[in-house]
């Protein structure tokens, strides 16, 4: 696997690093926000199991444009309020999310947390290949994905 930087999205949070933090690693959380804004998760497609070698997994619902985005992979790196680091294979083929082949191409995700007074801070960063037009947008639609993120911790 390539560990080239595709792109990193950052930002700061009017949270608690227990409430960012959760935001990560509860699968009820994650069903709440982890989308684009304007998307929303498959309801009961996520997954987590927050320890090295845990699997984690989620479906998007772009139902709009005729499918459903797809992500599973495994935890590398799982430092509770620190650090993450998964793999993250796509697939828009149902079949392929439920199989989670830990073979498929995958790309290297570090997700870094920071504890900043009553405030707190993440950094999401993709590792590996693709051309430079997708990569911004993967970083255009992480940032979507922290805008849903800000809107669902001030709730």
Known sequence: MEHNELYF?????DASID?????????????????????TVVPGSVTTENQVGGRWAVAVDVSA????????????EFE???????????SQ??????ARDDNAPAHLI??????????SWVKFTQFGEMPAEQADASREGMQSYF???????AR
């Open 147 to 153: 805008d849903n993120l800000e809107i669902f911790l």
């Open 65 to 76: 444009n005729g499918f459903n985005a797809y992500f599973w992979g495994r935890y590398s």
């Open 9 to 13: 999205v950052e930002r700061e949070f």
């Open 93 to 98: 083929d149902e079949q392929e999310f439920l």
């Open 19 to 39: 409430e960012l933090w959760n935001a990560w690693t509860s699968p009820q959380a994650l069903e709440s926000w982890y989308s684009p804004t304007m998307l």
């Open 80 to 90: 509770p309020k620190k650090k993450m680091v998964h793999t993250l294979s796509y």
């Open 110 to 119: 570090v997700v870094d947390f920071e504890e900043r007074g009553n405030r």
